[in-house]
């Protein structure tokens, strides 16, 4: 289960929060949208409009789909995510003994 600030959000309240990615530390954006399944009302991923060129200067470019899976926290005014089929897993400390 997605660690959360609050039990029930919104739509409204996702789109304000800005998306961070764990795996370069870029800032992508905003929620623009979701996806979910009809069947069962779950979320399966959140888009993000992508910008072309510097400072989006260039017009925008394909929008991001991020699924569900790559979310890992929601807090208060950012989500965090894991978006890269090359994002490496996080790793554990390694204790030195002596």
């Known amino acids: 289960m997605r660690e959360s600030c609050e039990n029930?959000?919104?739509l409204s309240e996702l789109r304000c929060r800005?998306?961070?990615?764990?795996?370069?530390g870029a800032r992508m954006g905003y929620v623009s949208d979701i996806q979910?399944?009809?069947?069962s009302g779950q979320i399966t991923a959140l888009i993000v409009p992508e910008t072309?060129?510097?400072?989006?200067?260039?017009g925008?470019?394909?929008d991001a789909v991020i699924?569900?899976?790559?979310v890992e926290k929601i807090g208060e005014d950012i989500i965090f995510v894991r978006?890269?089929?090359?994002c490496p897993t996080p790793r554990?400390?390694?204790w030195f003994s002596s």
């Open 36 to 39: 979910f399944n009809p069947d």
């Open 92 to 94: 554990t400390k390694k």
């Open 18 to 24: 800005e998306i961070i990615n764990l795996c370069d």
């Open 8 to 10: 029930n959000v919104t």
């Open 83 to 86: 978006y890269a089929s090359s």
């Open 52 to 58: 072309a060129g510097v400072l989006g200067l260039l």
């Open 60 to 62: 925008r470019g394909d």
């Open 67 to 70: 699924p569900w899976e790559s």
